[in-house]
């Protein structure tokens, strides 16, 4: 009696820990959310942002490791014209920790955020109007660029990532790169993630590059998206890009059904899907135990499969994709083997 006991409490322990870099599985938060607009045109970020963090602190209670905020989830996507975009937009400094650092002068909603962060003790992933002071010649003629930016605090509450949003989708007020950034980040439970925004999903660059080129085998996403049937809905080009490239794929989405904008899940690549929502409650926040990806194998794979198709005269082969798909579902086979969980909640 007194072992089964010691026995019980074991695993509970064990299962409410974060993740670490040995554990197969981590723990994963998608909010989808419905932003709260300003009555009198006054930027709804602090409010939003206050939102935020009761969500920070729910996903706290179930060691959460990395939680991820919808595209234009601070701000709604009813922005103002460029030259009001100040109040709604931030600074956005690399390696500073807003929460106890101080000078830089940074949102509010972002002091608060690194704060929540690291008294959650989780890597938060919130998307943002970013300013940028320029005053060299190939400024916009206000003197900043702005950007739709991905901001990714870790578990101290330090900005450790920004991406920029490559493919802008009718957002006026927002600059982008010349050249598309590549951005990933690792984090202290042995995960690389990459990251990219909404309409960027449907490019090449640079989703596909993080993929099949920087081989990263998780990607956290935010979107506003605007579903339409039959096969364009959010959750249905969640899974299909989740499942086509075989990666873990945390996505959350912008909650307001008059635009058909709703939709957000945890995928698992091949193995489905962890959970979904279309947000039938409004706000809501879909928490998942994620499995670890091997990315040593699928980089096997994929070298396995480019030694192919250079083994022959002719570099471009029809049966190449034919061939790539063959040798992810050996990777599979090979998954299904390894000793993992088999109680998810599989939507
Ligand atoms: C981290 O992940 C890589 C492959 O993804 C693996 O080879 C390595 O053993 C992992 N490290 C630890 C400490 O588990
Ligand atoms: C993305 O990959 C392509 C090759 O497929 C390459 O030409 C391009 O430069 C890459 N983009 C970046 C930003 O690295």
Same mark, same amino acid.
């Given at each position: 009696?007194?072992? =089964?006991?010691?026995?019980?409490?074991?695993?509970?322990? *064990?299962?409410?820990?974060?993740?670490?870099?040995?554990?197969?599985?981590?723990?994963? &938060?998608?909010?989808?959310?419905?932003?709260?607009?300003?009555?009198?045109?006054?930027?709804?970020?602090?409010?939003?942002?206050?939102?935020?963090?009761?969500?920070?602190?729910?996903?706290?209670?179930? $060691?959460?490791?990395?939680?991820?905020?919808?595209?234009?989830?601070?701000?709604?996507?009813?922005?103002? $014209?460029?030259?009001?975009?100040? &109040?709604?937009?931030?600074?956005?400094?690399?390696? /500073?920790?807003?929460?106890?650092?101080?000078?830089?002068?940074? =949102?509010?909603?972002?002091?608060?955020?690194?704060?929540?962060? !690291?008294?959650?003790?989780? /890597?938060?992933?919130?998307?943002? &109007?970013?300013?940028?002071?320029?005053?060299?010649?190939?400024?916009?003629?206000?003197?900043?660029?702005?950007?739709?930016?991905?901001?990714?605090?870790?578990?101290?509450?330090?900005?450790?990532?920004?991406?920029?949003?490559?493919?802008?989708?009718?957002?006026?007020?927002?600059?982008?790169?010349?050249?598309?950034?590549?951005?990933?980040?690792?984090?202290?439970?042995?995960?690389?993630?990459?990251?990219?925004?909404?309409?960027?999903?449907?490019?090449?660059?640079?989703?596909?590059? *993080?993929?099949?080129?920087? =081989?990263?085998?998780?990607?956290?996403?935010?979107?506003?998206?605007?579903?339409?049937?039959?096969?364009?809905? &959010?959750?249905?080009?969640?899974?299909?890009?989740?499942?086509?490239?075989?990666?873990?794929?945390?996505?959350?989405?912008? =909650?307001?059904?008059?635009?058909?904008?709703?939709?957000? @899940?945890?995928?698992?690549?091949?193995?489905?899907?962890?959970?979904?929502?279309?947000?039938?409650?409004?706000?809501?926040?879909?928490?998942?135990?994620?499995?670890?990806?091997? !990315?040593? *194998?699928?980089?096997?794979?994929?070298?396995?499969?480019?030694?192919?198709? /250079?083994? @022959?005269?002719?570099?471009?082969?029809?049966?190449?994709?034919?061939?790539?798909? !063959?040798? $992810?579902?050996?990777? *599979?086979?090979?998954?299904?083997?390894?000793?993992?969980?088999?109680?998810?909640?599989?939507?």
């Amino acid at each position: 009696m007194q072992l =089964h006991c010691v026995c019980l409490l074991a695993i509970i322990q *064990l299962s409410c820990q974060l993740s670490t870099p040995e554990a197969d599985t981590y723990k994963a &938060a998608v909010v989808e959310f419905s932003p709260r607009v300003s009555n009198n045109n006054d930027s709804p970020i602090d409010e939003n942002s206050k939102r935020y963090v009761s969500f920070i602190q729910q996903a706290a209670a179930s $060691e959460v490791d990395i939680i991820v905020f919808p595209e234009d989830g601070m701000t709604t996507i009813d922005l103002p $014209e460029r030259e009001k975009m100040d &109040a709604w937009s931030t600074l956005i400094p690399l390696n /500073y920790n807003p929460c106890n650092q101080h000078h830089i002068a940074v =949102h509010e909603a972002l002091k608060r955020i690194s704060c929540a962060a !690291r008294e959650g003790k989780m /890597y938060v992933v919130i998307n943002i &109007a970013e300013k940028l002071p320029c005053d060299g010649e190939r400024c916009p003629e206000d003197g900043k660029f702005l950007f739709n930016c991905q901001a990714i605090f870790d578990r101290q509450g330090k900005i450790i990532a920004k991406y920029r949003k490559t493919h802008l989708f009718k957002e006026p007020q927002f600059d982008i790169l010349q050249t598309p950034e590549i951005i990933t980040f690792d984090t202290d439970f042995n995960v690389t993630f990459g990251t990219f925004i909404c309409f960027d999903m449907l490019f090449k660059e640079p989703a596909l590059n *993080l993929t099949r080129i920087h =081989h990263v085998t998780d990607i956290v996403y935010s979107t506003a998206w605007f579903s339409e049937l039959p096969f364009f809905t &959010a959750i249905q080009s969640q899974s299909e890009w989740a499942y086509s490239e075989n990666v873990n794929f945390l996505a959350s989405g912008y =909650h307001k059904p008059q635009l058909a904008s709703f939709g957000s @899940g945890i995928y698992l690549g091949k193995k489905g899907i962890a959970k979904a929502t279309i947000g039938e409650m409004g706000d809501e926040i879909l928490i998942a135990d994620v499995p670890k990806k091997n !990315r040593k *194998l699928l980089t096997e794979n994929i070298k396995g499969a480019l030694r192919w198709k /250079y083994q @022959g005269k002719s570099a471009e082969h029809i049966h190449d994709e034919f061939r790539r798909k !063959r040798s $992810e579902q050996t990777e *599979l086979e090979g998954e299904r083997d390894s000793n993992l969980p088999s109680d998810f909640n599989v939507w």
